[in-house]
Structure formats: structure tokens, C-alpha cells
């Protein structure tokens, strides 16, 4: 049970203990003795129970469940397009946090009318645990989606089954000095989180993360770019981080890459073959099989069928 809850400060000097509890204890026991002397003990008393509800109430928990489904409400749902839209399901209590490690991802499983067995998918947040109280998923609906159909059906206060956390991609800062990344569509999702996390972690933020990134995404049109916004701020706030766009059709003047993701665009773009790097990539499974036979051919380790967590090349 100990392992569902976040630790609190271990510095006994954080504002959260001076103001919630060393404040009000303090003037409860100096009112009291202004007050009345003799019942200065049990407002001691009063209190010690007082920071320990405090401290109890207060710690944060972690409400994902490896081996059981549980349901989460709707909250909100963001229209971005005519297809894609940011779910923000609620978790239990305001402080709760997913607990959801960086780089893995969710199983949100669904009965559907027209499937005889449950249908099972994976989803990876674009919120993390620095946001307490909700999750957000970013999803794209296709024609002949399962449970990102369903998902476009829900109404505010319908629910979702979800379990996890699931994979084998754990980010740690600094595990490695720089990251290509190559995302498709709704493959930004596992990347963004990434990226995010590393750009918390920098020096300026109070952090030591000094790792590097460049991303390309790739596209099919220029409207279809999710969370360009999201991502050209982050480019621009953080010297660290670049982003390379790639359009099957560009509009005109358009300075991006053209067509799919090739060997020259990765070896423009991304970190060479080496000792202290990584290749992520995201995207559609023929996006991601032609992904892995352009890295061989550039002399990147080949990756493997299923992606371990020390693997030079790994596929969400």
C-alpha cells in the first residue's frame, strides 16, 4: 500500500509544513496560553493530532493499477479537429496522480457491440504527474478505429477502463546525451511527454538534465501537425530541443521536409550511430517498419522485434 502514495518533503523547512502546519500549530498553542494557561497541553494535544491529519491527508497517490482496470470519468473533451480531440478524464481525489513513470504509457480496454472480445489498446498521456487531478489523452479517430471510435463517442461523465503502467521505455535524465526522435501522427504523444520531461529538468528549472533532442514529425498535411504550437514553444524556450517537420503535401513556400521521413532527412537531422545516444520513433506500424530498414541502412544497431529499455533504436 506504502508503494501507491508519493513521499512528501523530506526538508523539514518546506513552505508546505511551515504554512499548513507549523503556523497554525504555533498559533494554536500561543493562543491557548494567551488564553488560558492550563490548557496549554491539550492544545499540544489538539496539535500533534491536527499535523498528523495534515500530513496524512496531504500525501499524494499514485492510483494506477498494473493488473486491474479501473474506471475514470470524462471530464472534458478539447475538439481539435474534425478527428482529433484532448480527453481529460478525472482521477479520484484533486491531489491524486496517475503515477505514471515518463516514457510508458496506459491499456484502455473497451466492450464494443459489433467485437465478440474485449478490445484492448494503448494510449500514452500527454499530461503527466505534475498534473494532479486529471489525465489527458490525445486522440485521432480513424474510420475503422475500435476504441478511438468509441473514444469519440463519449459524453462528459461516461467512463473509460484503464490499467498500467505498461512498457519498457523508463526516462531518467541524463541517460543518454542526446535523443533522435521520429514521430507520426499521434506518435508525438510518447515523445512529447519525453520532451517535456527533460526541459522540466534543466538547470534553469532547478534540475541538472542536460540531455539533447531533435524530433522529426512527420505528416501527411500541414493541418494535421498536432501540438505544433505545444512543440514550436518548447523549441523556442529551450536551446536544447529542435523540431523538423516533414509533409507528404506541403502548402506552398513551405520550408519543412517534403514526403516521408528518408535516410538523408535522419542523417541531416538526428545524432549519428553512437555510444551515448538513442533513436525513439512513434507512428504507424508501416511508418515504423520503414523507419527501422532506413536506420540499418545507416548503420544504427538493428532494432529488435520487441524494444528493450538499452536498445539503440527504440519502438514504441
Known amino acids: 500500500m506504502a508503494g501507491q502514495y508519493q513521499t512528501l518533503p523530506s526538508d523539514l523547512l518546506a513552505s508546505q509544513y511551515i504554512n499548513g502546519i507549523y503556523i497554525p500549530s504555533a498559533l494554536l498553542i500561543f493562543g491557548t496560553f494567551i488564553c488560558k494557561k492550563e490548557w496549554v497541553p491539550y492544545a499540544i494535544v489538539m496539535a500533534a493530532l491536527f499535523s498528523g491529519w495534515k500530513l496524512y491527508n496531504n500525501r499524494v497517490k499514485k492510483v494506477l493499477k498494473p ?67 486529471y489525465f489527458d489523452l490525445l486522440i485521432k479517430s480513424y474510420p475503422t478505429g475500435n476504441i478511438s471510435k468509441y473514444m469519440a463517442g463519449l459524453r462528459v461523465g461516461q467512463h473509460i477502463k484503464v490499467k498500467g503502467p505498461k512498457g519498457a521505455m523508463v ?94 532527412m535522419i542523417k541531416q537531422h538526428l545524432p549519428a550511430p553512437g555510444p551515448d545516444m538513442k533513436i525513439l520513433v512513434c507512428g504507424p506500424p508501416p511508418m515504423v517498419s520503414a523507419m527501422k530498414k532506413g536506420l540499418d541502412s545507416l548503420g544504427y544497431e538493428k532494432a529488435k522485434p520487441v524494444s528493450k529499455l538499452g536498445d539503440q533504436v527504440f519502438c514504441f
Open 171 to 264: 526516462y531518467t535524465p541524463n541517460m543518454v546525451k542526446r535523443f533522435g526522435m521520429i514521430a507520426g501522427g499521434t506518435g508525438i504523444t510518447p515523445m512529447l511527454q519525453i520532451i517535456r520531461a527533460i526541459i522540466r529538468g534543466r538547470e534553469k528549472n532547478g534540475g541538472a538534465d542536460a540531455t539533447e533532442v531533435d524530433l522529426l514529425f512527420a505528416n501527411v498535411n500541414q493541418e494535421d501537425i498536432l501540438l505544433r504550437e505545444d512543440l514550436d514553444r518548447l523549441a523556442k524556450e529551450d536551446n536544447g530541443f529542435r523540431v523538423h517537420y516533414v509533409l507528404n503535401n506541403p502548402p506552398e513556400k513551405w520550408d519543412g521536409g517534403v514526403g516521408f521521413v528518408t535516410p538523408d
Open 67 to 133: 493488473t486491474e482496470y479501473q474506471d475514470f470519468s470524462l471530464k472534458e473533451k478539447t475538439i481539435i479537429s474534425h478527428n482529433v480531440a484532448i480527453y481529460r478524464f478525472a482521477l479520484p481525489y484533486p491531489k491524486d496522480i496517475l503515477g505514471l513513470p515518463i516514457g510508458q504509457h496506459i491499456s484502455i480496454a473497451a466492450n464494443l457491440p459489433d467485437q465478440p472480445k474485449e478490445v484492448v489498446r494503448s494510449y500514452t498521456p500527454i499530461s503527466s504527474d505534475e498534473n494532479p487531478g
